[in-house]
């Protein structure tokens, strides 16, 4: 899967002689200041508690610079190693739960419903970004953190305890808004304490987990499957999770608390509202009709995809029918209700006018699309093409994680030295990306060697490392310290957005070819059993290897993978244009953080 991305920035035009130094929005004062250099020629410590915090900022920006104005370094560090350890722990647990994640539908006899799940929670769990993104600003982000860590242990407890594919499908939605909301938050925390042009070290650190937990995590969910069972493998994490939490939450309540006493937050002030009008208040606040539209017109419209096949008279059917025109009704009355009703708007479309930032939006976008067209069903590829266990299939299906992971790494050391970021993503990220996917539509076949499977994913994996730092560092530079949550958002937005389009595209491909192809393929023996070979992992793997039954199984993935890895192609192309349109913005010349930051 891939690392997560996010988002804000607003730009009216340059304010300078080259409009690649001064970002976009600011005023020229603010420019000069920005331009100079945070620590001169020595350190990468910034330490500016001297200077006053924002004013005109909302509370939990507020509360983010009061508390880099209080801490000392070795509270920044720990507060560092604290990330750490919940980025380790959240990796862990996602790489197992998501290798037992096939098995656990299979259970319910409901295989084929991987891609339908994943859109449903790709595009409420992309949504609800931006609500986050207030809430952050409004309250705070420890308020926020521990939001987040209750809905992933509803979605933990509910997957654990379920008794059917619609509780466990529920469940994901829970799990998904949870599980990267916790990683948004933390990346919002590392953007409000690290300079930018340390950052994409920090973010490329905050993923140096996934190096190690790709090889446990399959391991793990091995162990899970063949011992307790994978209920286990859900629950276990219900106890894990807020325990590693602590060292950071308590790192950060401190200094808080610390700034309070110093009285460099504002306190609350009574609102003098009732709890009726409050909820009121945050209704409108949080723009939750906006929310409910946006969520149900894409849901409504990519449902249908990966649902048809299964309809009684499939694209004919009343409810496919219904589903396409309620999702467009939707998206419509989203737009109307935004332009003329809403009191606060879902989107701060003002954002989006920075030619960076609605590139690098448009960028994550189609880098999902891309990736989920032929990601939901890689891991029982794997294992049904290729004859692999649970643990080797989930170290293949990890090559994208530990690759980009590791491969981010040396991206942000080679933009800390060039102090540039876009053309690496220009002449590196994309060409590359375009190649590893393309690779695949004919390696991806049967009897093919793994070991050039393998490699179209280190391919995939070492551009997308680059992409998705690039495009992290594209809105952060165009937008200021306020809006880095806001922005942050975004690329969250679009890339749930683009992954939800992804899993219709990969549900529809193997909804309406792969039952098709068992039948034409299977053994007369065999043919009445299709469409449980069908929904199925496990009865799919039950055939002997080299039987006939496994043959025509084979050759049934291997067609309907070659078409999936044909649209993630073709989509990918569009890249070269989202990128070519940002700004060739210098991260050393750009500072939007205040206090003692990294």
Request: glycine content about 8%.
């Amino acid at each position: 899967m891939p690392i997560s991305t996010r988002i804000p920035g607003f730009s009216h035009g340059s304010m300078g002689k080259d409009e690649s130094e001064v970002p976009a929005g600011q005023d020229p004062i603010g420019a000069a200041e920005t331009n100079e250099k945070s620590m001169g020629a020595t350190g990468d410590m910034h330490s500016s508690s001297e200077e006053s915090l924002s004013k005109d900022v909302q509370g939990g920006v507020h509360k983010a610079e009061a508390i880099a104005s209080v801490w000392t370094k070795n509270e920044l560090y720990c507060a560092y190693a604290g990330i750490f350890i919940v980025f380790f722990v959240n990796s862990l647990q996602q790489q197992t739960t998501g290798n037992l994640t096939a098995y656990a539908i299979s259970d319910f006899a409901s295989h084929s419903l991987v891609s339908t799940i994943s859109i449903v929670s790709s595009i409420v769990g992309g949504v609800l970004k931006l609500p986050i993104a207030k809430m952050l600003d409004l309250w705070g982000r420890v308020e926020g953190y521990c939001v987040m860590l209750a809905f992933t242990m509803i979605g933990l407890i509910m997957m654990a305890a379920c008794n059917g594919v619609t509780t466990y499908a529920a469940a994901q939605v829970f799990y998904w808004v949870g599980f990267n909301g916790m990683g948004y938050v933390l990346d919002v925390f590392m953007a409000d304490t690290s300079s930018l042009k340390n950052r994409a070290l920090v973010f490329a650190f905050s993923t140096a987990p996934y190096i190690g937990t790709t090889f446990a995590g399959p391991a793990a969910a091995m162990d899970f499957y063949n011992g307790p069972g994978w209920r286990w493998g859900h629950g276990v994490w219900v106890l894990i999770m807020p325990f590693v939490s602590i060292p950071f939450l308590a790192i950060v309540i401190r200094n808080q608390s610390r700034a309070a006493a110093r009285g460099l937050t504002n306190p609350r002030a009574a609102s003098g509202r009732t709890l009726s009008q409050s909820l009121v208040h945050y209704f409108w606040e949080f723009d939750l009709p906006g929310v409910l539209l946006i969520c149900a017109g894409f849901v409504l419209i990519l449902l249908p995809l990966s649902l048809a096949n299964s309809a009684r008279e499939q694209w004919r059917s009343g409810s496919i029918i219904a589903m396409f025109v309620i999702g467009g009704l939707c998206l419509i009355a989203f737009a109307l209700y935004e332009r003329f009703v809403a009191r606060k708007t879902f989107i701060p479309y003002d954002l989006l006018l920075d030619r960076t930032v609605l590139g690098a939006c448009l960028l994550a976008m189609t880098l999902f699309v891309s990736f989920y067209c032929w990601d939901s069903y890689y891991s029982s590829y794997v294992q049904v093409v290729h004859n692999q266990n649970i643990k080797n299939a989930g170290y293949i299906y990890n090559i994208y994680s530990i690759g980009s992971c590791f491969w981010s790494l040396v991206v942000a050391a080679i933009i800390r030295a060039t102090k540039k970021f876009k053309y690496l993503a220009l002449a590196f990220g994309v060409p590359l990306y375009i190649l590893g996917t393309g690779l695949m539509i004919h390696f991806r076949q049967a009897h093919t060697d793994i070991g050039y499977v393998v490699m179209c994913q280190i391919f995939v994996a070492f551009a997308g490392g680059t992409l998705v730092i690039c495009e992290e560092l594209a809105v952060m530079s165009a937008s200021p310290h306020q809006n880095v949550a806001a922005v942050l958002a975004f690329i969250g937005l679009f890339s749930s957005i683009g992954g939800g389009i992804g899993a219709a595209i990969s549900g529809a491909i193997w909804t309406n070819t792969l039952p098709g192809e068992l039948l034409a393929k299977l053994p007369e023996a065999a043919k009445a059993d299709y469409l449980t070979i069908y929904s199925s992992l496990p009865a799919q793997l039950a055939y002997p290897w080299g039987s006939p039954e496994r043959e025509a199984i084979i050759a049934a993935y291997s067609v309907t993978q070659r078409y999936m890895v044909i649209a993630g192609t073709c989509v990918m192309v569009l890249s070269f244009v989202w990128v070519a349109i940002w700004r060739d913005i210098r991260v050393s010349d750009i500072r939007n953080t205040k206090g003692l930051v990294l």
